[in-house]
């Protein structure tokens, strides 16, 4: 072979050294690159209720560890389901992640849904709330005892409000329900927010919703809250008093965490996370988060995925229990 040649083959095979090094570069860049515009987070209920005040929260924090700022995309109503179905068809890049909670779950239940627990890809926990129950200032119930003495004498005619059919809250006013030895008359609304507004209308006799949600209607005497679904009094709220210390033995919570859409790189979940957790510790947020009344519960991916799973479990059987929705008819 000539030198001419060996030297050509020479030059071939370093540009194509070079090509595979550029392009292992690019790719590694890219991943570092990421994110590179705001990042979208979709909140099935409508602005205002508890989980879209968890994620509007974190709005003036998260460009601080996520770089970019991110964008709340409130879409309510039809139980969940539009939003998720919208979610699940989003390019899995990270740039399009979803407030999966409690109510996520639930509804997969209640009906027949394109999506299930497997659907999304969770990535971080963020609240655990208790749920409570609140009833208008005028109201004659003053503890969950009246509420239930008074339900006991008028089965299925007290009205309570919930945050949508099959929600996290009814769930639990269920199980709230079986345990007190009572029935409620349950009239939906599309979300947390305007089931306060019914309460403090007096539209209804008891609402169950869950912190923050009712906080400032409290604060100006607009509602008084019965009893709160928790193991202890909540650090915020030490005048309002438990379940248990009112003799019904009964404790209950839902979670609100993110997720992503099926696919999305382990990597860039990984930098969602760790840029969301770093968020939850910062002062500033935590300033928010205790004014808000929010019950932070960090669980990482891993964790999240697990509760996610057992909950999926749980929710099946007090539905099919009370004979709940249209699936398992």
């Not at 709005?59 to 964008?71: C, D, E, H, M, W």
């Not at 929600?167 to 008359?185: C, P, R, S, W």
């Not at 309460?199 to 100006?220: F, K, R, S, Y």
């Not at 891993?302 to 004979?323: C, M, T, V």
Request: hydrophobic share 40%; charged share 20%; glycine share 10%.
């Amino acid at each position: 072979m000539s030198r001419r040649r060996i030297r050509g083959l020479r030059i071939v095979m370093i540009a194509a050294a070079l090509l595979v090094c550029f392009g292992m570069t690019i790719q590694a860049e890219g991943t570092q690159e990421f994110p590179t515009r705001e990042v979208e987070i979709m909140v099935p209920w409508s602005a205002g209720g508890a989980t879209d005040v968890v994620f509007r929260s974190f709005t003036g924090v998260i460009p601080k560890y996520l770089g970019v700022p991110i964008i709340i995309s409130n879409k309510p109503g039809g139980a969940t389901v539009p939003a998720y179905v919208e979610s699940m068809r989003k390019k899995p890049d990270g740039y399009h992640i979803v407030a999966w909670c409690t109510p996520s779950i639930a509804v997969t239940h209640m009906q027949e849904t394109p999506f299930d627990a497997n659907t999304f890809d969770p990535i971080i926990n963020i609240v655990m709330d208790p749920v409570w129950f609140l009833a208008p200032a005028s109201s004659p119930y003053n503890d969950l005892r009246d509420l239930v003495a008074d339900a006991k004498k008028r089965p299925g005619q007290v009205n309570m409000g919930i945050a949508g059919s099959g929600g996290g809250t009814h769930m639990i006013a269920l199980a709230f329900a079986e345990e007190a030895g009572v029935t409620f008359n349950y009239i939906p609304h599309a979300g947390g927010a305007p089931t306060v507004t019914a309460a403090v209308a007096e539209q209804v006799d008891v609402i169950t919703v869950g912190p923050p949600e009712g906080v400032p209607q409290l604060e100006n005497n607009q509602l008084k809250c019965l009893g709160i679904f928790a193991d202890k009094r909540l650090p915020q709220f030490p005048d309002y008093p438990t379940a248990k210390e009112q003799g019904i033995n009964f404790s209950m919570g839902q979670w609100r965490g993110l997720a992503a859409p099926k696919g999305t790189p382990p990597e860039v979940i990984k930098k969602l996370h760790d840029s969301f957790k770093a968020a939850m510790n910062d002062a500033e947020f935590l300033k928010l988060a205790e004014r808000g009344g929010l019950s932070l519960y960090y669980l990482n991916t891993e964790d999240f995925r697990a509760l996610i799973q057992r909950d999926n479990k749980k929710y099946e059987e007090i539905i099919r229990s009370a004979g709940m929705g249209s699936k398992y008819k």
